[in-house]
Nanobody, 126 residues
Framework: QVQVVESGGGLVQAGGSLRLSCAASGRILRINTMGWYRQAPGKQRELVADITLVADITRIGTTNYADSVKGRFTISRENAKNTVSLEMNSLNPEDTAVYYC??????????????WGQGTLVIVSS
């Protein structure tokens, strides 16, 4: 009912930048939260950043970042297009991971779903 597709991963040198994008589609009535998670080899998946729609009237989203990316990464969403982006600056090798987009949405059938994308690989070389 809901599909999530990421794009924008790749290889970058330390200190460089990348922008990840995620698009949700399907029978979406409302997207509640969109976020990015990452999983490095041998480690658990962890939250990188997410953004939540606080209220339908104001359409203001609150953001939440992992301490390790604060000041370097910026998450933003375009509500009308059901997309979320992650601008990543000052990348370092510790940022190397598969990055996943997660969408929490309510469908037109009033079902609440949590849907993950397939992941996009980010490699930061030293």
């Amino acid at each position: 009912q809901v599909q999530v597709v990421e794009s924008g991963g790749g290889l970058v040198q330390a200190g460089g930048s990348l922008r990840l994008s995620c698009a949700a589609s399907g029978r979406i009535l409302r997207i509640n939260t969109m976020g990015w998670y990452r999983q490095a080899p041998g480690k658990q998946r962890e939250l990188v950043a997410d953004i939540t729609l606080v209220a339908d009237i104001t359409r203001i989203g609150t953001t939440n970042y992992a301490d390790s990316v604060k000041g370097r990464f910026t998450i933003s969403r375009e509500n009308a297009k059901n997309t979320v982006s992650l601008e990543m600056n000052s990348l370092n090798p510790e940022d190397t991971a598969v990055y996943y987009c997660k969408v929490v949405a309510t469908t037109t059938s009033l079902v609440n779903l949590e849907v993950w994308g397939q992941g996009t690989l980010v490699i930061v070389s030293s």
